[in-house]
């Protein structure tokens, strides 16, 4: 097979007369997108592919081609303008650059300078040089002219349905691969291009064929309403990708400890920022790895209005994914825990604000009109199982009976009602200020069980100091006093366990899948407690071959490896 054509010849004459007043000074092919004129799209497409020489004929305003291109150049590719003091339309110009074709140039792709398109152009070549054709047009199932009638054999029988054919009619792209003795036939005269297929649809059938084309975009942009509407979209910014000290000048703050992220995950960069006046606030650019990401403020502003401690959104600019939050110190429960005496006011706050949280943060969520992350459920349940044996488990499959005990959780746990739960209630997650526990990191909030939140606290896999276990029995009183139970306290024991279980599964899944998948090493460190909180979690509510497994799994010493 032949290689890829290495000219390729733009169209860029035309007068724009759809696209006035736009076009009055600027040919249509230049006119910019995203910053740069719209033709060098096709360029870079062409050039990918191995086009290193453009042929762009020009008419109306040709010092502007001159001006974009100035060196004849666009990369390591030669651009040669030929100019058409009378218009030629698209056969004429063709016919009008094909002196300029060497013979080496066996091909050549013909390409629209105003339209856009994604076409897998090398796929088009391949399908063009097997078929011999003379001419190969790009088409669409779909689109505001399907008018080229192509048979199933993909041979072109009429265009603009001249000749009266009823073969499947599909739209024509406005890019095309011909041979150079086409081109070199093709009249010199002012006529579409149109008009020479047809004279060799005629005259040869089976000589012109088609390539279907099935990328995701394309566009010929044909009025000033569709172009302004595609611009809008190509210019429309990248969530997430702004440079952190630019997010930070847009709202009158600088970096504090340069570039670099406080911290990070889950498609969020934390960064602390300072005004002139010496006011700091946190810095969050996000970008839409996970949807979540995407209501942080708003929920962040209805459970503050709520009256629930959680970080002020000062500002937020949702298109270029950008938060200013209040910022709450860097004390959190996890620092706290490494003082000699357990922090049992800090925990007893943390969960008061759990409380308020469960009480009252679905109602605000709801007044507010957000549409929250996918509420806890059998799919949810069964997703978090999965990813510990994905992960934790690398793919073994658990046995039946092993399977059927992790099932019951999420039977137990989705026979309670449901409140809104902060999802990842662990120890980094809570900051404490002036005596007081702030809750943060809640993008991922859903209705769940209640005691959800309850058992990510009491069994944080962060935690690893001493006496944990029997802190664990004032935390579980504490969280009975906080939610009201009126039940036995047997049930709400036995509930938290489950609830746990459940947690934990997903909490190992997360570390093995960072630290193995993801390079995360210092995620490894965290598996084997977190596999001994499992295996006390799950025989204190029954599921004996969970608790067998996960104590086996933590005596693994190539486990956070």
């Not at 502007?64 to 003091?85: K, S, Y």
């Not at 105003?114 to 779909?142: M, Q």
């Not at 579980?476 to 006093?481: G, I, K, L, P």
């Amino acid at each position: 097979m032949p290689d890829f054509p290495k000219t390729a010849f733009i169209l860029g004459a035309g007068l724009g007369t759809r696209l006035r007043p736009l076009t009055e000074r600027c040919p249509k092919p230049l006119l910019p997108l995203a910053g740069r004129p719209m033709v060098e799209r096709a360029l870079t497409r062409l050039y990918a592919a191995g086009t290193r020489r453009f042929l762009i004929n020009t008419h109306h305003c040709p010092e502007a081609w001159t001006q974009a291109f100035p060196t004849g150049r666009w990369q390591e590719a030669e651009i040669r303008f030929v100019h058409e003091p009378e218009l030629l339309e698209t056969g004429g110009g063709l016919a009008n650059i094909a002196k300029h074709l060497t013979p080496d140039d066996a091909h050549l792709v013909v390409w629209n300078g105003d339209i856009l398109s994604d076409c897998n152009l090398a796929e088009a070549f391949a399908h063009h040089a097997a078929n011999g054709a003379e001419a190969t047009l790009v088409v669409r199932e779909k689109g505001p002219n399907a008018n080229v009638r192509i048979t199933d054999d993909g041979f072109v029988t009429d265009l603009r349905d001249r000749l009266g054919k009823t073969d499947p009619a599909y739209q024509y792209t406005g890019v095309c691969l011909v041979t150079r003795a086409f081109a070199q036939g093709v009249p010199l005269a002012v006529e579409s291009l149109v008009e020479h297929f047809l004279r060799r649809v005629q005259a040869t059938p089976g000589s012109v064929q088609g390539y279907l084309d099935t990328s995701a975009h394309w566009h010929d942009l044909g009025t000033v309403e569709e172009y302004q509407q595609v611009k809008a979209e190509l210019e429309k910014p990248v969530r997430g990708a702004i440079a952190a000290a630019d997010a930070a000048a847009r709202f009158g703050y600088a970096l504090t400890a340069g570039d670099a992220p406080l911290k990070g995950g889950s498609g969020r960069r934390f960064h602390r920022v300072a005004k002139p006046d010496g006011a700091t606030a946190m810095l969050c650019v996000y970008d839409d790895a996970r949807p979540e990401n995407l209501i942080y403020g708003q929920l962040g502003h209805a459970l503050f209005a709520a009256g629930i401690n959680v970080p002020q959104v000062l500002a937020e600019d949702a298109d270029t994914g950008v938060l200013v939050l209040e910022d709450l110190g860097d004390v959190d429960l996890w620092s706290l825990t490494n003082q000699p005496a357990f922090p049992w006011s800090a925990y007893a706050s943390a969960l008061e604000q759990v409380g308020h949280l469960h009480r009252l943060g679905a109602e605000a969520a709801q007044k507010a009109g957000i549409q929250l992350m996918e509420p806890f459920g059998d799919k949810l349940y069964a997703w978090e199982r999965q990813y510990f044996t994905d992960n934790v488990l690398a793919g073994r499959k658990p046995d039946r009976d092993l399977q059927n005990e992790m099932a019951t959780l999420a039977k137990e746990l989705g026979a309670r009602p449901q409140v809104l739960v902060h999802r990842d209630l662990q120890s980094q997650n809570i900051l404490m200020r002036d005596g007081q526990a702030w809750l943060i990191d809640f993008q991922g909030a859903r209705l769940g069980c209640q005691f959800y939140d309850y058992a990510s606290l009491a069994f944080d896999p962060y935690l690893t100091c001493k006496d944990m276990d029997l802190w664990r029995i004032d935390l579980e009183d504490q969280a009975r006093e906080v939610a009201d139970w009126k039940g036995s306290l047997d049930e709400f024991s036995h509930l938290l366990h489950v609830a746990a279980t459940q947690r934990l599964l997903q909490a190992c899944g997360a570390y093995a899948f960072l630290g193995r998948k993801q390079g995360r090493a210092d995620f490894l460190a965290h598996l084997p407690q977190g596999l001994r909180n499992l295996a006390i979690a799950a025989s204190l509510c029954g599921k004996r071959r969970i608790a067998r497994l996960a104590t086996e799994l933590a005596a693994d010493p190539a486990l956070s490896r």
